[in-house]
């Protein structure tokens, strides 16, 4: 391992779902860091398909599609391909991204995305596409954990929304035991949360004293503004927040945060 490596003996926990986290565990690796992978989400298909099948069948009808996770993105285009449907629409509605991952996630289904999010919240989808919405009829694929902040922006602007659920969020069957450990003790660098609902799930798992005994030794790092703000709401410190909300975008805000303590501390 190459010594000067900015995350050279750091211990970070990722809570990402494992189909998910190759990418994320590959960019930290590359920057030094000893990954311990700790899935705490998993996701599944909805209970009951049959609102996704309707918006399937009338998708002409809608004038966007906003896609706001890769989930999304890939329950949605797995249901349609499921179904027998080509991937392209019948008369394509536009799509807009939370953020590039997501757009890249679209592409890859064959999707053209017209606009990506500049600022990498549903909020902010909706602010800057504020004037193209008003008016049109929207079709929302989310969580059934997402909460109600975007459609309320988009009813709010005139927009006339469909939400349906596309996939579920769920806690995983199984944890690794010596990792929950080594949270409990407070004995790694750094914990990577990807959703609020990684977030919940370990301050389920830890408890309030468990908790606070981890935000003492380790840093709390959120991909994206919606990841953040549900951290610092359950009354956690956030030191890392990337600025891109990627897999790339997380692994460099973790090691410049590590850098900067660094050189701080040589300074001291």
């Given at each position: 391992?190459?010594?000067?490596?900015?995350?050279?003996?750091?211990?970070?926990?990722?809570?990402?779902?494992?189909?998910?986290?190759?990418?994320?565990?590959?960019?930290?690796?590359?920057?030094?860091?000893?990954?311990?992978?700790?899935?705490?989400?998993?996701?599944?298909?909805?209970?009951?398909?049959?609102?996704?099948?309707?918006?399937?069948?009338?998708?002409?009808?809608?004038?966007?599609?906003?896609?706001?996770?890769?989930?999304?993105?890939?329950?949605?285009?797995?249901?349609?391909?499921?179904?027998?449907?080509?991937?392209?629409?019948?008369?394509?509605?536009?799509?807009?991204?939370?953020?590039?991952a997501t757009a890249s996630a679209a592409e890859r289904e064959g999707f053209q995305v017209d606009h990506t999010?500049?600022?990498?919240?549903?909020?902010?989808?909706?602010?800057?596409?504020?004037?193209?919405?008003?008016?049109?009829?929207?079709?929302?694929?989310?969580?059934?954990?997402?909460?109600?902040?975007?459609?309320?922006?988009?009813?709010?602007?005139?927009?006339?929304?469909?939400?349906?659920?596309?996939?579920?969020?769920?806690?995983?069957?199984?944890?690794?035991?010596?990792?929950?450990?080594?949270?409990?003790?407070?004995?790694?660098?750094?914990?990577?949360?990807?959703?609020?609902?990684?977030?919940?799930?370990?301050?389920?798992?830890?408890?309030?004293?468990?908790?606070?005994?981890?935000?003492?030794?380790?840093?709390?790092?959120?991909?994206?503004?919606?990841?953040?703000?549900?951290?610092?709401?359950?009354?956690?410190?956030?030191?890392?927040?990337?600025?891109?909300?990627?897999?790339?975008?997380?692994?460099?805000?973790?090691?410049?945060?590590?850098?900067?303590?660094?050189?701080?501390?040589?300074?001291?």
């Amino acid at each position: 391992m190459t010594p000067n490596l900015p995350l050279v003996g750091k211990r970070i926990v990722v809570t990402r779902a494992a189909e998910q986290a190759p990418e994320l565990v590959r960019a930290l690796e590359s920057l030094g860091a000893q990954v311990l992978l700790l899935p705490l989400v998993t996701f599944t298909p909805p209970e009951d398909w049959r609102p996704v099948d309707s918006a399937l069948e009338r998708i002409a009808t809608f004038d966007w599609v906003l896609f706001t996770s890769q989930n999304a993105v890939r329950f949605f285009a797995g249901r349609a391909a499921q179904l027998h449907r080509e991937k392209g629409w019948p008369r394509p509605p536009k799509i807009a991204a939370v953020g590039p991952a997501t757009a890249s996630a679209a592409e890859r289904e064959g999707f053209q995305v017209d606009h990506t999010a500049q600022e990498h919240s549903g909020e902010g989808l909706s602010r800057e596409l504020s004037a193209s919405l008003a008016g049109r009829s929207v079709l929302l694929p989310r969580s059934d954990r997402a909460d109600s902040r975007l459609p309320d922006a988009l009813l709010k602007i005139g927009a006339q929304v469909t939400e349906v659920i596309a996939y579920r969020t769920a806690p995983p069957n199984s944890l690794d035991s010596k990792i929950v450990s080594a949270l409990a003790a407070g004995s790694v660098d750094a914990i990577v949360f990807a959703s609020p609902s990684a977030f919940h799930n370990v301050a389920g798992l830890l408890g309030a004293g468990g908790m606070k005994k981890l935000s003492e030794s380790a840093q709390f790092a959120a991909i994206g503004p919606t990841t953040a703000s549900a951290i610092r709401a359950g009354g956690a410190h956030v030191e890392i927040e990337a600025e891109e909300s990627s897999a790339a975008g997380l692994a460099d805000a973790i090691a410049k945060h590590f850098q900067q303590r660094s050189e701080t501390a040589r300074r001291a």
